[in-house]
Every structure is written in structure tokens, then in C-alpha cells.
């Protein structure tokens, strides 16, 4: 845990138009009681989370998370993060050279909420752009529609600024991303093998 506090402290100071990383929606009592606790605590602690390890079947990739700028789209994203409700999620659409998304609990890319309901509005910061690899932004179907899906882009996106909150930066693990940006996929950009985060944890 130290050793990711110290890569987040030390690195987080430092395609075609028509693309756009989208969403669409359509036991015992006493067990039940720890699980409410379990999860309550969870999405506390979540609330102050500077970032999220994703530890996927590629690799782990370490992503710090603007706090300040945009706290209700990192208080999502960390609290679904430390819920579980990532854990066993596939990236289910990656394009070479654009982005990788995933956060979609169906695996359609259809499917996803958030903690505050089924959408919420976006959070736009203008000192956060998709101006690098690496940069974390949340996927969505227009405007407010965010959920709980989200992308990490493979290369600077201008297109889609102030169209997609950017809310965090790849600062360890860069070279997974690179690694999942180029699975073979299908022709609606599926990969042909699961790429999957195994477990999502706050720090």
C-alpha cells in the first residue's frame, strides 16, 4: 500500500472524430447485517481514496484519481471500485490507438449504474483533458449520462473534451494498457479473448 501511495505521489504531478466511448441503459440475517457493514465502511473509506489498483488478467494498473476537481465522478467510480462491483468485469471494447473501455457489470456495454442511481451529470474540470495516454474518463450515451462505465485512453483525444469527464491518470502500468490496447478484436471491437479486471481496490 506504501509503495502505491509513493508511485501515486510521484507521478501524478507530472483516432477518428466519430469515435466515442459510449454506455446505454436499459443468507441469514445476521450474514446479511456484516455485509451491509462491510459494504457501508467500504464505500466510506472509498469517499477519500487519492486512487484505484486494477489487478487484471494482463497485469495490475495503478491510476490516481482528481479528487479536487471532480469529486462526485471519483467518489463513483472509487466507491463502485471498492464495493466489488468492478471485480470479474471485462473490457469489453478496445480500439488500437483510441482507448480500452470496460465498467459494464452486463459485458454488452449497454449496461452499468452509478452510486447515485441509474446516471448522474457530468463533471467537467477545463484543467483535465484527454490530451495524453493514460488519461482515465468515464464512457457514456450524451450528456449526464454517466454510469459506471469508463475508458483509459491510448493517445491524446482532443475530440472528446468537455464531451467525457476526465477524472484520473494511468501513473503505474502504463504498459498493461498498451498490452490490452492490442488484443486482437472482432469487427465491432470486442476482444476475441476475455480481458478482465480480477479485482478493483482503493488506496
Known amino acids: 500500500m506504501n509503495k502505491l501511495k509513493k508511485i501515486f505521489k510521484h507521478d501524478s504531478s507530472s483516432s477518428s472524430s466519430a469515435q466515442q466511448p459510449t454506455s446505454t441503459s436499459p443468507a441469514t440475517q445476521s450474514q446479511s447485517a456484516s455485509t451491509q457493514s462491510t459494504s457501508a465502511t467500504s464505500a466510506t473509506s472509498a469517499k477519500n481514496a487519492s486512487g484505484v489498483l486494477l489487478t487484471t488478467n494482463y497485469g495490475d494498473i495503478t491510476i490516481a484519481l482528481f479528487k479536487d476537481q471532480v469529486p462526485r465522478t471519483t467518489a463513483n467510480f472509487a466507491t463502485l471500485a471498492a464495493t466489488h462491483k468492478y471485480d470479474n468485469v471485462i473490457f469489453h471494447r478496445?480500439?488500437?490507438?483510441?482507448?480500452?473501455?470496460?465498467?459494464?457489470?452486463?459485458?454488452?456495454?449497454?449496461?452499468?449504474?452509478?452510486?447515485?442511481?441509474?446516471?448522474?451529470?457530468?463533471?467537467?474540470?477545463?484543467?483535465?483533458?484527454?490530451?495524453r495516454k493514460g488519461v482515465l474518463s468515464m464512457a457514456n450515451s450524451g450528456p449526464n449520462t454517466n454510469g459506471s462505465q469508463f475508458f483509459i485512453c491510448l493517445g491524446p483525444t482532443p475530440h472528446l473534451n468537455m464531451k467525457h469527464t476526465v477524472f484520473g491518470q494511468v501513473v503505474d502500468g502504463m504498459d498493461v494498457v498498451d498490452k490490452i490496447g492490442a488484443v486482437r478484436t472482432d469487427s465491432g471491437d470486442r476482444p476475441l479473448q476475455d480481458v478482465m479486471i480480477l479485482k478493483a481496490a482503493v488506496f
Open 94 to 131: 478496445i480500439i488500437p490507438g483510441f482507448m480500452i473501455q470496460g465498467g459494464d457489470p452486463t459485458g454488452t456495454g449497454t449496461g452499468g449504474s452509478s452510486i447515485y442511481g441509474s446516471k448522474f451529470a457530468d463533471e467537467f474540470d477545463r484543467s483535465l483533458v484527454h490530451d
